[in-house]
């Protein structure tokens, strides 16, 4: 199975600052990665898939970058309702498989 | 708007049998790979099954295969989850999810229901 890992499990920020979070494949993957983001009482919502092609909706200051093994999800100028769980997923192979997930909290 | 309800989730004890379903609009149904996903109390999340837009393809997670059968019926828009010889560990919120338009990402999903295998 592709194990992907999201080394941070927590991230504070500020309203206004850039962050990025990252997501590593253990084997490479192409670009058949998505992002998504959960916000409580809110169902998921996909964000970027293709590594980096924006989901309809999803706003510009969000961008995803990467191929084969690393991957980075930017959110430039961060707004109030940014902050929530973002998961990253590889649909390379199945089974398909998720990181563990980077809560992104206001500092 | 696309829309996915799930339903059917409650407590049942271990070794027992549950069905869920997840109700779709606002898009055809019937042209959609649709997909099982579940997240157990505070732990990530994982994909449990595939179905294609007509059944022909469908896959499982190894957690799941042979004890868990996924369904659809296009005619009444709504996805199925046939859980048999259940475990604690089945434990988890079940998310029903729609494939994206060419590929294996998940580009909608419901709020999910609650699944509690205890005795």
């Known amino acids: 199975d592709v194990q992907m890992t999201q080394s941070l499990s927590y991230l504070a920020a500020s309203p206004g600052e850039s962050v990025s979070i990252s997501c590593k494949a253990s084997?490479?993957?192409?670009?058949?990665l998505a992002w998504y983001q959960q916000k409580p009482g809110e169902a998921y919502k996909l964000l970027i898939y293709?590594?980096?092609t924006l989901q309809s909706g999803t706003p510009s200051r969000f961008s995803g970058s990467g191929s084969g093994t690393d991957f980075t999800l930017t959110i430039r100028s961060l707004e109030p309702e940014d902050f929530g769980l973002y998961y990253c997923?590889?649909?390379?192979?199945?089974?398909?498989?998720f990181g563990s997930g980077t809560k992104l909290e206001i500092k | 708007e696309v829309q996915l309800v799930e339903s059917g989730g409650g407590l049942v004890q271990p070794g027992r049998s549950l069905k869920l379903s997840c109700l779709a609009s606002?898009?055809?149904?019937?042209?959609?790979?649709m997909n099982w996903i579940r997240q157990a109390p505070g732990k990530g999340l994982e994909w449990v099954a595939s179905?294609?837009?007509?059944?022909?393809?469908?896959y499982y997670a190894d957690t799941v295969k042979g004890r868990f059968t996924i369904s659809r019926d296009n005619a009444k828009n709504t996805l199925y989850l046939q859980m048999t010889s259940l475990r604690s560990e089945d434990t988890a919120l079940y998310y029903c999810?729609?494939?994206?338009?060419?590929?294996?990402?998940?580009?909608?999903w419901g709020q999910g229901t609650l699944v509690t295998v205890s005795s």
């Open positions: 999810a729609r494939r994206g338009y060419s590929g294996n990402w998940f580009a909608y």
């Open positions: 606002g898009f055809t149904f019937s042209n959609y790979g």
């Open positions: 179905i294609s837009s007509s059944s022909s393809y469908i």
């Open positions: 084997k490479s993957i192409s670009n058949y």
């Open positions: 293709s590594g980096s």
């Open positions: 997923q590889q649909y390379y192979e199945k089974p398909l498989t």
